[in-house]
T-cell receptor, first 115, second 114 residues
């Protein structure tokens, strides 16, 4: 089955720096990709959903790049601030009609942004 | 104002006992799910339900039994609890059970089995 590897497990940056997180996956049938943010004691909140290859998707203060050729998904937090401190998870969903929404999650990255 | 309510938030149980984790969603969604997050593993898919019917079961043990009494309820009964069951259990929902829809997550129930 699909395996999703996420790096790094822990990341500490200073306010204003960039924070870069990468996930690699194995199944070429993976079709939809998600980034979730989990603040301490809170539920997972969706940051972005992508499915187009090698497309840079821009959100508020971050960009997401999907490279299907390399089976790589990345999240870049630009100019991180302390409010970005949280756990970040990538997730992959395959395009099987009967198995939709069986998300396979990465192991997570615990980001700490210091003032 | 949370739209997916999980009860209780924290739960302590003794080995061998049985517990029920409650989940109710008020988003009008037709699909509901259970995921587990433990210290040793990433978030793991457990079950999916669509219109109160079990669609997918990735849990090897029959000790875990989802129960859907209403369309917006999906409880999780765990019997013969073991210390390895200690984890945070997340309930989630989506409008429909298709691949490209985002999931909405509850705040989780943190279960500790002594």
């Amino acid at each position: 089955g699909e395996q999703v590897e996420q790096r790094p497990p822990h990341l500490s940056v200073r306010e204003g720096d960039s924070a870069f997180i990468t996930c690699t996956y194995t199944d070429p049938n993976s079709y939809y990709f998600f980034w979730y943010k989990q603040e301490p004691g809170a539920s997972l909140q969706l940051l972005m959903k992508v499915f187009s290859s090698t497309e840079i998707n821009e959100g508020q203060g971050f960009t997401v790049l999907l490279n299907k050729k390399d089976k790589r998904l990345s999240l870049n937090l630009t100019a991180a601030h302390p409010g970005d401190s949280a756990a970040y998870f990538c997730a992959v969903s395959q395009n099987y009609g009967g198995s939709g929404n069986k998300l396979i999650f990465g192991t997570g990255t615990l980001l700490s942004v210091k003032p | 104002d949370p739209k997916i309510i999980q009860k209780p938030k924290y739960l302590v149980a003794v080995t061998g006992s049985e517990k029920i984790l409650i989940c109710e969603q008020y988003l009008g969604h037709n699909a509901m799910y259970w995921y587990r997050q433990s210290a040793k593993k990433p978030l793991e898919f457990m079950f999916s339900y669509s219109y109160q019917k079990l669609m997918d079961n990735q849990t090897a043990s029959s000790r875990f039994q989802p129960q859907s009494s209403k369309k917006n309820h999906l409880d999780l009964q765990i019997t013969a609890l073991k210390p390895d069951d200690s984890a945070t259990y997340f309930c989630a929902s989506s409008p429909r059970k298709i691949s490209n829809e985002r999931l909405f997550f509850g705040h989780g129930t943190k279960l500790s089995v002594l």
